[in-house]
């Protein structure tokens, strides 16, 4: 059991990218997306003992931390309705941060389920391990992300990205 522990932290360390995507995408504050990322290490580490790596872990952990986040989120939404949307906060110093800041301002604006799977291909996941990690048709998934795509399109010509 030690040595399974062991594995699994090993790689959940090296995807641990992953679940700070995921938490930034689906909490407003550093609080909450640090309580999201602790909670998909938590729901992750549970359901360990029963991955069976008939794929990729870290298609596995993409499953285990967007049924988690979305799960949080719905917690979250009825727990904080009348309570405005909390500021974004820079967590890098990186030059394209306000690119960033916009995108996930953005994303966030678009349903769970199209954030979900918008969020999967623009980590280079093709259309079957999409449908794969989220049990959504792979050709009901391509629509909603085309969808998506256009829905960010407008909103960039919309609100602009100021230089």
């Known amino acids: 059991m030690a040595s399974a522990n062991s594995n699994f932290l090993q790689l959940l360390n090296q995807h641990r990218g992953i679940v700070h995507k995921i938490a930034r995408l689906y909490a407003d504050t550093a ?22 790596q008939r794929s990729a872990f870290s298609t596995w952990l993409y499953r285990v931390a967007l049924n988690t986040a979305l799960t949080w989120r719905r917690k979250e939404e009825k727990r904080m309705k009348a309570e405005a949307q909390s500021e974004w906060h820079v967590t890098e110093n990186d030059p394209r941060q306000a690119q960033i800041d916009w995108l996930y301002q953005h994303m966030r604006r678009l349903d769970p389920i199209s954030r979900m799977l918008l969020t999967l291909r623009l980590e280079g996941y093709d259309m079957q391990q999409i449908a794969e990690i989220t049990g959504i048709n792979s050709n009901n998934a ?22």
């Not at 997306?33 to 069976?52: I, N």
């Not at 629509?143 to 960010?152: F, T």
């Not at 399109?153 to 230089?163: E, I, Y």
């Open 31 to 52: 609080d909450d997306q640090q309580d999201l990322y602790h909670d998909v290490v938590a729901q992750a580490l549970e359901a360990w003992p029963r991955f069976e």
């Open 142 to 163: 391509t629509v909603k992300i085309h969808r998506a795509k256009n829905l960010l399109s407008t909103w960039l010509q919309q609100h602009p990205l100021t230089a």
